[in-house]
């Protein structure tokens, strides 16, 4: 490769980084405080990872070694169930932590998948890394707790709503709270989420036309 070009693609890559890099310091500022050497030396424990469409990061029976923040871009989670058919559990849009918690703490193979929606970048950190991360800097800690609790939280709500919510409410609901997700996400992907068929939830939409 020529040195011109080999310059301009570390340039664009460290440039790239960088940006990722505050968004995520953003991030955790959000719930904690930290200094401006401390986050460098957080940094180190990420790698970045670009991802192109429908490009998996995890598939059925591999183990989980990775925890993926979302810097720019969508990730999904999903199973496939007894008919084959996809369902999705989970989405992650920018500053959203994805990985299969299971087989992640365990090293057991995952019964998911994880996808790139779209086109996605995230920062990345290994199992083991993470351990050390949590090591060094204890504050990191409050932060995946705080991280964590939100996500269960979530998970909380989402099971209310599939016990006590009719399909119809179950759908308006989401787009109540969430109408740029909604629009954002392919169709037959929300559908998978909500457990219906693309079909049922065409026939929802309609209602909201008329």
Known sequence: MPVDILLFFNFTVLKKKKIMSGIFKAHLQKFIT????????????FEVRNLGK???????????????????????KFYLNEKGIEQTTEFA?????????????????????????EKTEALVISAESQDQLLDQ??????YFRIV???AFA???????YIFSLSKEEFYFNL???????????PQY???????????????IRKKIVL
């Open 189 to 203: 992907l929300i559908a998978s989420f909500l457990g219906f068929t693309p079909e049922y939830l065409s026939e």
């Open 34 to 45: 930290i200094t401006d050497e401390e986050f460098a030396l957080i940094m180190e424990y």
């Open 154 to 160: 979530a998970s909380q709500n989402r099971v209310k």
């Open 137 to 142: 800097f204890p504050v990191m800690e409050k």
């Open 54 to 76: 429908k490009e998996n990061l995890l598939e059925e029976g591999q183990v989980c070694r990775h925890n993926y923040f979302v810097t720019k871009g969508l990730l999904r």
């Open 93 to 117: 849009i920018e500053t959203w932590w994805m990985t299969d918690n299971i087989s992640y703490e365990h090293k057991t193979p995952s019964e998911f998948y994880i996808q790139a929606v």
């Open 148 to 150: 964590y609790q939100r």
């Open 175 to 185: 787009l109540s709270k969430h109408p740029e997700f909604v629009q954002r996400v």
